[in-house]
């Protein structure tokens, strides 16, 4: 089908994005999650119009120097002779250019209807980007959607996502020496030794199988635009606990509160469910002593993976393996538990989620406070207080408004 047909098709269908965006003003990170789920027919259009770019090399290998940021790839592309910096999503079906931006020569393909992960609606545009010169390669009639700027897309310009691996590209990602390698070479990397896992492909992103406790496997997307190391699905993870004490003994807390926020509103209140975990498997890699919590929609394997290993992904046959620094089959992680987040509530900061065990809510902080002030200074929107700086170890002061309209300081310590 060719991409004026598809354009115009567009319109017409209703095609459904999956859109999830996590914030957390403690931690001060971001969560964007791109993927398609389609009636079949439409999956299948989809599927060829995103892959209907083109590569200009053949049989070839290249060495595209990384920036690892806040456990965010950041590839350099090169449009019209200007640098941007796009971060490299295998969580993305396709890649996204943030309303923000200033990159010339945009095409409009049209719109789409498009409902994020709390089933709330809008309608987003769809764009050509002009070629693109990413290492040796020059991308050309890559898609992507619009997407609205925020501290998601803070310090880069846009989104490539796994679309450009199913064009039939291997990877290596090796954040240590801070360079991805990219190849259309079947075999490149045959050589290489890991963890291997197979992975199949839901909305055409990676969804592998790992085992969070014994006897019990969860299935993840293998997603580089998660900044955290794991997230579990909430309803998997019930499956779970009733089977067994041991899943049960390793739960240290649980609350009921809001920390998905799609693309287009903010998950309904629900039980979170803090976990320590005793170990994640990897294929025969364990991963020791991991804190998570767990959330609506898919489970996630993220980015901060990749500061214990580099990973290669083969999608021609359809595995991704773990390359560990160490020589030993498994690995401290030791993380902090997650502490709080932060929700829009009619365009103000307010306290979504909270552990009961954090020191903020031992000093009074609830969920559901507004948050009026931070240091004396004052907060009008989220917006404002997303551009705030915080610094590990720091104490700040929040002026919040309770439920039941008082007003209070309460001290919030940056972990």
Not at 44 to 62: P, V
Not at 307 to 313: A, L
Not at 320 to 343: A, C, L, R, W, Y
Request: aromatic residues 12%; hydrophobic residues 40%; positive net charge.
């Amino acid at each position: 089908m060719k991409s004026e047909e598809f354009a115009a098709a567009l319109v017409q269908r209703r095609v459904l994005f999956v859109c999830c965006l996590l914030w957390s003003a403690v931690v001060n990170s971001s969560l964007f999650i791109l993927h398609s789920s389609l009636s079949s027919v439409a999956a299948q259009n989809m599927h060829r119009y995103s892959l209907g770019f083109t590569l200009s090399e053949r049989d070839f290998a290249d060495t595209i120097d990384i920036e690892f940021e806040h456990h965010r790839i950041l590839v350099p592309v090169e449009i019209e002779g200007k640098r941007y910096r796009f971060m490299f999503d295998t969580g993305c079906t396709q890649g996204i250019i943030f309303d923000s931006n200033r990159i010339p020569y945009l095409k409009e393909m049209g719109n789409v209807v498009s409902f994020d992960i709390n089933n709330q609606s809008d309608t987003v545009h769809v764009v050509q980007l002009p070629a693109f010169r990413l290492g040796r390669l020059t991308i050309d009639g890559y898609l992507a959607i619009i997407g609205r700027a925020g501290p998601v897309s803070r310090g880069y310009d846009g989104i490539i996502g796994f679309d450009l691996l199913n064009k039939g590209l291997c990877c290596k990602i090796d954040v240590e020496n801070k360079r991805l390698i990219l190849t259309d070479r079947k075999k490149f990397f045959a050589q290489e030794r890991g963890y291997e896992v197979k992975y199949k492909l839901s909305s055409f992103v990676p969804c592998v199988w790992v085992s969070p406790f014994v006897r019990h496997m969860d299935r993840a997307i293998f997603d580089t635009g998660f900044p955290g190391f794991y997230s579990m699905n909430r309803q998997s993870f019930q499956k779970h606990v009733y089977k067994s004490r041991q899943v049960a003994a390793q739960v240290e807390g649980r609350a009921i509160g809001q920390r998905t926020i799609g693309l287009h509103g903010v998950e309904r209140a629900d039980t979170v469910y803090f976990l320590a975990l005793e170990r994640l498997k990897w294929d025969n890699f364990s991963f020791r002593d991991l804190h998570i919590v767990t959330q609506e929609g898919n489970s996630h394997v993220g980015a901060a993976l990749l500061d214990y290993g580099s990973v290669i992904i083969n999608p021609f046959r359809k595995r991704i393996f773990f390359q560990p620094h160490t020589k030993i089959d498994e690995m401290t992680v030791g993380n902090k538990q997650f502490q709080m987040s932060i929700v829009p509530q009619d365009g103000r900061p307010a306290i979504g989620l909270i552990r009961e065990e954090s020191e903020a809510y031992r000093n009074g902080l609830r969920q559901g406070d507004i948050i009026l002030k931070v240091n004396g200074r004052d907060i009008p929107s989220i917006a404002v207080f997303q551009q705030l700086h915080f610094k590990s170890g720091e104490t700040y002061t929040y002026t919040v408004r309770h439920a039941d309209g008082s007003v209070r300081d309460v001290k919030v310590k940056k972990e």
